[in-house]
């Protein structure tokens, strides 16, 4: 099968697989997609809409920082951002589900990458440290979460004075989040607004935490 035949098909599984999970969560509450979908976010067109790079790029992730990386999955984001910080820095690789990390596990293992934590918890569940990073990252992710305010205050109270979250949503998801939701949040937990980056199918929304709070 050639490269061209190969992205319509995936398009067309993206879309056949969003629609039956849409279906099953209107009628209940959000929850995170289960790892054996985990193709889902990492695909040709994943990446091609919100890939790595770019978002480690739009979040300014440098050498040296420490990195939350909340509902990590299979670790799209994870790996390139334990690359990017370098041995100097960190990644805290943090996901409720056991399963997504082990698949993360066996990625670190098989690259020989020593510079990621995993912590088994959900967002909002109190389980990092204050003050502790530099960058937060909540990719395709924050719609799963049932009670985002508490998530945004955990991931407020774990950044440093300055430090960004970076919030990436996909259109084509169906539990995404739209900019005005993302806004009102930001507000609630006291984080401001700094940059939007993109629109459709995919934007990412960088939150700061104040210097003086």
């Avoid at 039956?20 to 040709?44: A, G, H, T």
């Avoid at 809409?49 to 999955?73: F, S």
């Avoid at 502790?132 to 979460?145: W, Y």
Wanted: charged residues 25%; hydrophobic residues 45%; neutral net charge.
């Amino acid at each position: 099968m050639n490269a061209k035949r190969i992205t319509p098909l995936v398009v067309i599984g993206l879309a056949l697989a969003g629609g039956v999970i849409f279906l099953q969560r209107r009628r209940k509450q959000p929850l995170p997609c289960p790892s054996n979908l985990s193709w889902l976010l990492e695909n040709p067109v994943m990446n091609g809409m919100a890939g790595a790079k770019k978002l480690l790029d739009r979040a300014q992730v440098a050498p040296g920082m420490r990195v939350l990386d909340v509902g990590c999955g299979p670790g799209r984001v994870t790996l390139p951002t334990a690359e990017r910080v370098g041995a100097a820095g960190e990644v805290i690789a943090l996901d409720v589900q056991i399963a997504m990390l082990d698949r993360v596990q066996k990625k670190l293992d098989a690259q020989g990458v020593t510079n990621v934590r995993l912590l088994h918890a959900g967002a909002g569940d109190g389980m990092t440290d204050s003050e502790t990073f530099d960058r937060a990252f909540l990719v395709t992710v924050l719609g799963e979460i049932p009670d985002k305010p508490a998530a945004l205050r955990e991931i407020y109270r774990a950044l440093k004075p300055g430090g960004i979250l970076s919030i990436t949503e996909m259109y084509l998801d169906p539990d995404v989040q739209m900019p005005g939701r993302i806004r009102k949040l930001a507000d609630e937990t006291g984080f401001d607004v700094d940059e939007t980056f993109g629109a459709f199918p995919a934007f990412t929304m960088n939150l700061v935490k104040p210097l003086m709070g």
